[in-house]
């Protein structure tokens, strides 16, 4: 009796996790995005210093970290510097508001992790729009 | 057997290694880091593209070469205390550990010095 009760149970278990059609957890993306993003502005800091560097020493070595930050590639990591600072600021806030408390359930999670996703997007958008206008394009 | 209970012994002990102040100045400089944050992402937008002699005259002022200290050393130790962790999570042979860590505090030093004297000569 008790025999076949456990060869019934045994079928009817699920295998999880099925890897095929496993779907990331919104709050394991924004965890492992947190970590990524962090490890990325650490590396971000030698740029900030480079800028800092090249501004104390005078117009020829700021001409030559102007020349590197206007450069296509010198763009595109600018760009990811301002996406990884805008969300790991951003989720870094979301961190503060859990270690006091609010919002630390599994449907407050998610939905504050894709807010955060949302308004990084936003956020980086606007901030490389006004910049590109405060240098003087589509003028 | 002891009969003694799990508090009691571990009770005098202390806490194991440095107990909460990590997690608490990784929670004090994120929170330094916010007002913080908004300003520099203000000043870069601000500042993008800008002459040098613009940019000089904005970080020479006081208030914004202090802010701009105060960012990169409150960031740099942020960085530090979230790097730290990173390389215990991942890092497992104790040598290469040790070796990272050391070079870790290393370059953030040395990385904080170079920025806060690159203020400095500005600011004077």
Known sequence: MSEARTKVRAAARPLAPHLQIYRWPITMGTSILHRITGVGLAFGTLLLAWWLVAASEGPESYAVFEAAAGHWFGRFVLFGFTLALVYHAMNGVRHLLWDAGIGINLQAANRSGLIVYGLTLVTTLVIWVVAYQSMGAWQ | ?124
């Open chain 2, 1 to 124: 057997m002891s009969i003694q209970t799990p508090l009691g012994r571990v009770r005098g002990y202390g806490s194991a290694k440095s107990g909460t102040q990590h997690f608490w100045y990784q929670r004090m400089t994120a929170v330094a880091l916010v007002p913080l944050t908004l300003w520099f992402v203000w000043a870069v937008v601000r500042y993008t593209g800008a002459p040098h002699a613009e940019v000089m005259s904005f970080l020479s002022h006081p208030v914004s070469g202090i802010a701009m200290a105060m960012f990169v050393v409150v960031g740099l130790v942020h960085m530090l205390l979230g790097a730290k962790v990173v390389i215990e999570d991942y890092i497992h042979r104790e040598s290469t550990k040790i070796a990272l860590l050391v070079l870790l505090h290393f370059a953030v030093f040395a990385v904080a010095l170079t920025c806060v004297v690159a203020v400095l000569r500005i600011l004077t």
